[in-house]
């Protein structure tokens, strides 16, 4: 196996996409993908663009978004190193439901469909941990809206920061319109809660990104139980 699919193997059985294949269900897989290179501010694919495959980051970072009527961008997630997107086009071939662009410099391996699919047929338990993959991402929906209706917008704030660090460390690099994007609030609402904050000495802020100084408070902000 080449070093390029030992890098493939690696990142995919790190991801819950596909944590708990066998290891040579995921050599076969990771024989099949390609390599692929992107510039900061470069556009991967739009949204309605055909759907060909699934991404997995290497390293750097991915804005997921669209755009409506009036021309205004909304976030949908930021995603980096390790994390899997495309699932959606992978399974059904239709068109792509947002923009993918990279925000920096970004290293990804491409799974194209076709080869994925004739994979699947001749590997049914991949079909299996697919069916775990969505039922996970529907819950994962139905938990958002749930923040979204129930929950005051400081904790939903400092939840979803909690799960951009959870990728990237304390230094979230996210801007406050995409925070606002993130957590369904306005971009003064969340201006509001992070000058607090920074006033407190949980957080310290620069241009289109946070770092958590003290994440144990930041945590109880976003009421969850320190583990």
Not at 24 to 35: G, M, N, S, T
Request: proline share 3%; hydrophobic share 45%; glycine share 8%.
């Amino acid at each position: 196996m080449s070093d390029a699919s030992h890098r493939a193997v690696s990142i995919l059985s790190a991801n819950p996409f596909f944590a708990g294949f066998e290891g040579d269900a995921l050599e076969k897989i990771a024989a099949v993908c390609r390599q692929r290179h992107l510039a900061a501010r470069e556009v991967l694919f739009l949204k309605g663009a055909p759907g060909d495959g699934l991404y997995a980051i290497r390293r750097g970072l991915i804005r997921i978004g669209t755009v409506d009527d009036l021309g205004q961008q909304m976030t949908i997630n930021l995603l980096g190193g390790g994390d899997v997107f495309g699932e959606i086009t992978l399974l059904d071939g239709q068109s792509r439901t947002a923009d993918a662009v990279a925000m920096e410099d970004t290293a990804m391996f491409f799974l194209p469909r076709q080869d994925f699919m004739s994979l699947l047929n001749r590997e049914p338990p991949i079909a299996l941990q697919l069916i775990g993959l969505l039922c996970a991402r529907l819950r994962d929906v139905i938990g958002r809206l749930e923040e979204t209706t129930f929950l005051p917008s400081a904790i939903r704030l400092a939840r979803r920061i909690l799960v951009l660090a959870a990728d990237y460390g304390t230094d979230v690099r996210a801007s406050q319109e995409e925070l606002a994007s993130l957590t369904g609030v306005t971009r003064e609402t969340v201006n509001r809660h992070l000058q607090s904050w920074k006033r407190t000495g949980v957080i310290s802020l620069g241009r289109g990104r946070l770092l958590i100084q003290d994440i144990e408070d930041l945590r109880r902000l976003a009421k969850i139980d320190a583990a």
